[in-house]
């Protein structure tokens, strides 16, 4: 419900801080008092049109806070979340305008659009007045208000899960189609692809694998080429040039043909002896090395023809080498899918088909709900009609069936409240056939049945009263109460009868001060209630008469 409201600068009002409880609340005052100010000050917070004209003379903005208390679960938490603002007990909208007309808003003290206040304004107040209506008067409401009266939530949960689970069937056969419908263009490609990829075979981690082994034989060849370099050098290049080998043996030959005593010479020849053998060692090992580890080139040639095939084929499909295996099961897959299309299509059809009878069936059983509900609803508000002095007056619900285009989770039909409000008038919407007072009563017939199942928590009524009074003005303040009794209703009434009612009454009044004009708001206690309520009877002179008539009220409504 709206606990309080917060009003800074805003046409007559200098600084105004209201508080709010549950239950009705009058609002009255002498016509100019500017009763109509509070309403546009509560519009603002709710998101209507701002205007430079709303800041006070010689301000530079103005400002309303409207705090509201919601009862768990109730939408505007969703559409909080929805924004990525964290819900909190208490929800304030706030709006601040330039003196040029420009605003911002705010909830919770975060700003945000002007379109988001008046999404969650929608949700907490719903204003019936002469000249505006919202709530009731708009059709795209009349479906859920109805489905509440004759408690249809579980057929309406039936229908939205029916047509959820044709819409998933509809979807899933739309990709199947579409996806042989893609694969059938590309048919000639694909079955070339999958033949390709089927015949190069390519494996998990081949081309890490392959990228090893090249390295390993590349690292052979360089190692054969180094051993047969070694080799060439211990061996003789042509005839004239001797090996190392025969080298080594003529200088030893040549040091044994000393002259003895040849002992200065022995520690060369020994020398060249082990060089001898040494040599000899060598070429044995280089000779074991060739033979045991010689290159294959072959291999490598093998090798390195199979990894470049894999890179070209992964260029070629713009993929990585390691993704190829999977590219070939995803074209078998869809070449399978193509061959096999027409019987998974066929399948999915009846899916799609079945799932399409279940929401006709869910969908048929709430429209039935529907039509019975809305007789009961039309005799329940006729009840309510004669009272209010609109017994000429009657209520249709229409239940009709939409175009198939226009399904939904709501169902297959459009309700729609029309009114006539004279015999042999051709029933039409309410904002269109009946005038200010009659709809606002109309309305308030509405409410006192539908109070139940309102998702709005707090209901504004402006002069529902307007142009009746006498008993037709108590069974209007009588209704207000009733409704009252489950949501939170403020009433700006010129109706002694009507402010009676009232759990609270705040009297709104003009004074001048400093040479300006402001607007007070006083909320009033019993005494002070039974003199308003006198001077609404009365007028200027209060009598004793009518101040008697006023306990009278109060006593009636108590």
Known sequence: MLSSLAIRDVVLIERLDLAFGPGLTALTGETGAGKSILLDSLGLALGQRAEAGMVRAGQTQASVAAAFHPPSGHPAFDILREQGIEPEDDLVLRRVVQADGRSRAFVNDQPVGVALLRRLGATLVEVQGQHEQVGLADPASHGGLLDAFGALEGRRTAAAEAWSAWRTATRRLAEAREAIAAAQREEEWLRHAVAELKELNPEEGEEDRLAAERQRLQQGERRAEAIAAAIAELTPRDRRSGSPARALREAARALERLPPPNEEAQPAIVALAAAQDALAEAESALSRLMNEGGPDPRRLEQVEERLFALRAAARKHSVAVVELPALAADLRARLEALDAGSGRVAALERDE????????????????????????LEKAVSRE???LKLDRARLTIEVAAKDENAWGP???????FLV????GQTPGQLARIASGGELSRLMLALKVVLARGSPVPTLVFDEVDSGIGGATAAAVGERLARVAERLQVLV???????????????????????????????????GERREELAR???????????RAAAESLLADAR
Do not use: C, F, I
Not at 359 to 370: I, M, N, S, V
């Open 492 to 526: 700006v009434t010129h109706s002694p009868q009507v402010a009676a009612r009232g759990a609270a009454h705040l009297r709104v009044a003009k004074q001048v001060k400093g040479g300006r004009a402001e607007t007070l708001v006083h909320a009033l206690p019993d």
């Open 410 to 416: 709501d169902g297959q039909d459009r309700v729609t």
């Open 353 to 376: 088909a079945a799932a399409r009878r279940a929401y006709l069936g869910a969908g048929e059983a709430l429209t039935a709900a529907r039509r019975e509900a809305a007789t009961r």
């Open 536 to 546: 609404m009877l009365a007028g200027e002179r209060v009598t004793d008469a009518a």
């Open 385 to 387: 009609l004669p009272p």
């Open 420 to 423: 006539a409000t004279n015999p």
